[in-house]
């Protein structure tokens, strides 16, 4: 299931659809003769800017930007400390420490967090207390080990299957995520719960096992809020 329906659109034919509900698009019809013109497009994700929230010192260390997607506006961050129930030791240069998930561009390694249980990592997890509290529209994730240029360690490791996230202790639910490798991050969207975030668990609930180690890795874990006015953007100087 695509994880914003809502961003789902009919291009063509456009006059022929109703739309039902955000997941349900609807064409009546008797004794169709197709023609070119039933051809039918769809527009699975919308086109987006992104925007550095600035460029202080302060500023790049939030790795912070401004997402603009026609009418809506967000504010994707790393504002965050984490902390994780496990990591798996380090291998000579490569740590897989759980601060990996912010995916900082200036570490020489990219390498994940790896959880550091025995088989698979179920009920492994990772806690984090959100330094600037936000609704939230969705979080953004590598469910894997993600080095650019190298498919390999992506498939050798477990992936993520199955994520319980819990809001501020009350608000549970698990996202299924698909055995893809994401060359962007995959979204879950936060629905049904609109108070501020300050605090995130992340749960393995499920994965998808790696042809040769069974230590259950994420890559990146980036939180997505919601604005209600289009940001002001500042060009760099």
Request: charged content about 30%; hydrophobic content about 30%; proline content about 6%.
């Amino acid at each position: 299931m695509h994880a914003e329906p809502e961003d789902v659109s009919i291009a063509k034919p456009k006059e022929h659809f109703q739309k039902v509900s955000d997941t349900h698009y609807e064409w009546q019809f008797e004794n169709l003769k197709p023609t070119l013109a039933d051809d039918i497009r769809i527009i699975a994700h919308s086109k987006y800017d992104s925007y550095p929230t600035g460029y202080s010192e302060e500023d790049l260390s939030r790795h912070a930007s401004y997402v603009i997607r026609n009418n809506q506006y967000f504010l994707d961050h790393k504002d965050y400390d984490a902390t994780a129930s496990s990591t798996l030791a380090p291998q000579g240069k490569r740590n897989y420490d759980v601060v990996n998930i912010k995916a900082d561009p200036q570490r020489e390694l990219q390498t994940p967090w790896a959880e550091g249980a025995k088989d698979d990592g179920i009920g492994e997890s990772i806690t984090l207390d959100v330094k600037r509290p936000l609704p939230l529209y969705g979080i953004l994730i590598r469910p894997g080990y993600y080095e650019y240029g190298r498919e390999d360690v992506w498939w050798k490791n477990n992936r993520v299957a199955a994520l319980e996230i819990t809001l501020n202790d009350e608000h549970t639910f698990t996202a299924s995520i698909p055995d893809e490798r994401f060359e962007n991050p995959y979204l879950i969207r936060v629905r049904d719960y609109t108070k501020p975030v300050s605090k995130i668990k992340l749960v393995i609930k499920g994965v998808h096992r790696g042809t040769q180690s069974r230590d259950t890795c994420i890559s990146l874990v980036e939180l997505r809020a919601p604005l209600a006015k289009k940001p002001e953007i500042h060009a760099a100087r």
